[in-house]
């Protein structure tokens, strides 16, 4: 249950960038998870260079926020008045263009990333039932990023405006406010959030090329059902889908284990949990069709 916690917050802070760039701006971004992969990168790199990891991981989230306004103001802004096929096919360029960029830096071989020496232990959650400090401690900061970002669009100026752009974005540009900055903003704080799911996940899977693939596409199932630019149901979903994809691949292999083969069933179960992740996001688009907390069309 808690490793399902866990997963649904790293997916959400992938997600929350996400729809935040997709609600508000309007721009369907595939190199949201090159964001993710580049801010592993960029936490191993200044990791070494201090000597830290938490010195390391602190700096990188300012390289993962300068990384998303060059990439904002260099390639997205030529697409906000293009379609949607257009956007697609420019921000796969992207993906390509990080894939090969980590490459020529980092080389293709994959990078690791070690729990720090104070994380590497257990905790008792509850008395008599220990559980990995570091994934604890990723459950700790996930919920306070989504603390601090439920406060930074509910409570403040900049989440004001974050919201009536996802609502109308020519009514505040006629009301004066500096759209092209907000926009900025904005895709910066998305690509912070992904590349601290990156760094966050580094040290429990490997860095490497392409690594941010695979996680946004279920990043783009959470926001469907959730609702796209709802922060709200980017959390909801998020918490869902982890749970669908841990309950389903640590029970799925003994119940099929009665009636197949025991590789067959470890092999099969992953399978049938993430069909069930999309049997989900089936089943709310038929009863709601904008999500669990999107504005009704």
């Given at each position: 249950?808690?490793?399902?916690?866990?997963?649904?917050?790293?997916?959400?802070?992938?997600?929350?960038?996400?729809?935040?760039?997709?609600?508000?701006?309007?721009?369907?971004?595939?190199?949201?998870?090159?964001?993710?992969m580049?801010?592993?990168?960029?936490?191993?790199?200044?990791?070494?260079?201090?000597?830290?990891?938490?010195?390391?991981?602190?700096?990188?989230?300012?390289?993962?926020?300068?990384?998303?306004?060059?990439?904002?103001?260099?390639?997205?802004?030529?697409?906000?008045?293009?379609?949607?096929?257009?956007?697609?096919?420019?921000?796969?360029?992207?993906?390509?263009?990080?894939?090969e960029?980590?490459?020529?830096i980092?080389?293709?071989?994959?990078?690791?990333?070690?729990?720090?020496?104070?994380?590497?232990?257990?905790?008792?959650?509850l008395?008599?039932?220990?559980?990995?400090?570091?994934?604890?401690?990723?459950?700790?900061?996930?919920?306070?990023?989504?603390i601090?970002?439920?406060?930074l669009?509910?409570?403040?100026?900049?989440?004001?405006?974050i919201?009536?752009?996802?609502s109308?974005?020519?009514?505040?540009?006629?009301?004066?406010?500096?759209?092209?900055?907000?926009?900025?903003?904005?895709?910066?704080?998305?690509a912070?959030?992904?590349?601290?799911?990156?760094?966050?996940?580094?040290p429990i899977?490997?860095?490497?090329?392409?690594?941010?693939?695979?996680?946004?596409i279920?990043?783009?199932v959470?926001?469907?059902?959730?609702?796209?630019?709802?922060?709200?149901?980017?959390?909801?979903?998020?918490?869902?889908?982890?749970?669908?994809?841990?309950?389903?691949?640590?029970f799925?292999?003994?119940?099929?284990?009665?009636?197949?083969?025991?590789?067959?069933?470890?092999?099969?179960a992953?399978?049938?949990?993430?069909?069930?992740?999309?049997?989900?996001?089936?089943?709310?688009l038929?009863?709601?069709?904008?999500?669990?907390?999107?504005?009704?069309?």
């Amino acid at each position: 249950m808690l490793n399902g916690v866990q997963l649904g917050l790293l997916m959400f802070l992938l997600a929350a960038g996400l729809t935040l760039t997709f609600g508000i701006m309007d721009l369907v971004n595939l190199a949201h998870g090159s964001l993710y992969m580049m801010g592993a990168y960029f936490a191993w790199t200044l990791i070494g260079l201090t000597d830290s990891f938490m010195l390391g991981t602190l700096l990188a989230l300012p390289a993962c926020f300068l990384l998303g306004v060059i990439v904002e103001i260099v390639v997205a802004r030529r697409l906000y008045a293009r379609d949607h096929l257009d956007q697609v096919l420019a921000t796969f360029g992207l993906i390509l263009f990080f894939n090969e960029l980590v490459r020529a830096i980092w080389g293709p071989e994959g990078r690791s990333i070690a729990v720090p020496a104070f994380l590497n232990r257990t905790v008792n959650v509850l008395p008599g039932v220990p559980y990995p400090a570091y994934r604890f401690a990723l459950i700790v900061a996930g919920v306070a990023v989504a603390i601090l970002l439920a406060w930074l669009v509910a409570r403040t100026r900049l989440g004001m405006l974050i919201r009536a752009g996802a609502s109308n974005r020519r009514m505040i540009a006629a009301l004066g406010v500096n759209i092209e900055l907000l926009f900025s903003l904005v895709f910066g704080l998305g690509a912070v959030f992904a590349g601290l799911a990156g760094l966050m996940a580094a040290p429990i899977a490997s860095v490497k090329i392409g690594m941010g693939d695979d996680i946004l596409i279920v990043a783009f199932v959470i926001i469907v059902i959730g609702g796209i630019g709802s922060i709200k149901g980017a959390f909801v979903a998020a918490m869902v889908v982890g749970q669908i994809d841990i309950v389903g691949r640590a029970f799925l292999p003994d119940l099929l284990k009665t009636f197949m083969g025991a590789a067959s069933a470890s092999a099969a179960a992953p399978a049938i949990s993430q069909v069930l992740i999309y049997v989900v996001m089936a089943a709310v688009l038929v009863w709601r069709p904008t999500g669990l907390f999107g504005q009704r069309g």
